[in-house]
């Protein structure tokens, strides 16, 4: 599990999901011949998957630190790179979401409306004022997958809820947590307002 992930683990832990890594999808599409028809079959893989009794969540985890971030055009699949609109094809290609939903249902025994779509985002691309993270939100909100909308997090909603894990008296051998702890105890973080909370 990569950093940032492990981060949005902790996360969906606190709101009492399993949560497993990296599991693949088969996702069978028509090829691009046009003398014959012809499909192929790839695993198409998530970053994280997330169940409880009455939800399973497809994650799919940007951290991008250090790099232009989450593209809007890209996330919606209005990308004139057909590779950066690939890299969020569980969001935007309705073939790959058709076939993951249909795949979780096989599964793991739930139905499409108990199966939600997520994105987590480390850092979205443009300037202070969030054009492309105010787009993605807008434009996940708008697609219904599964059970509703696709939901959009970004980094100070998973920092909260990482930091409200790590106030947990009880004991975690956890890197991300212990990273909190530490910067903690070093005096280094602000104190949590009791208002901040992520929404389940």
């Not at 169940?51 to 497809?58: F, P, Q, T």
């Not at 509703?148 to 998973?158: A, D, Q, S, T």
Request: aromatic content about 8%.
């Amino acid at each position: 599990m990569e950093a940032f992930e492990s981060f949005v683990a902790l996360t969906l832990e606190a709101q009492g999901l399993v949560v497993s890594e990296a599991v693949k999808f088969p996702v069978t599409r028509q090829t691009a011949k046009a003398a014959y028809a012809e499909t192929q079959t790839h695993g198409f893989e998530i970053d994280l998957v997330a169940a409880r009794a009455d939800k399973l969540i497809l994650a799919t985890v940007k951290s991008f630190f250090g790099s232009r971030g989450v593209v809007s055009e890209h996330v919606m699949g209005q990308s004139s790179t057909q590779r950066s609109n690939r890299l969020y094809a569980m969001l935007n290609d309705p073939v790959v979401r058709d076939a993951l939903i249909d795949g979780s249902c096989k599964r793991y025994g739930y139905t499409p409306n108990q199966i939600e779509l997520r994105l987590y985002a480390g850092h979205f691309a443009g300037d202070k004022k969030g054009v492309h993270e105010r787009r993605i939100r807008d434009w996940c909100a708008s697609q219904h997958v599964g059970g509703g909308p696709i939901r959009v997090f970004g980094l100070e909603e998973v920092a909260t809820a990482a930091r409200r894990v790590a106030n947990s008296k009880m004991y975690r051998d956890n890197p991300a947590l212990v990273a909190i702890k530490v910067l903690e105890a070093a005096g280094m973080l602000t104190p949590l307002a009791s208002s901040d909370v992520i929404a389940d």
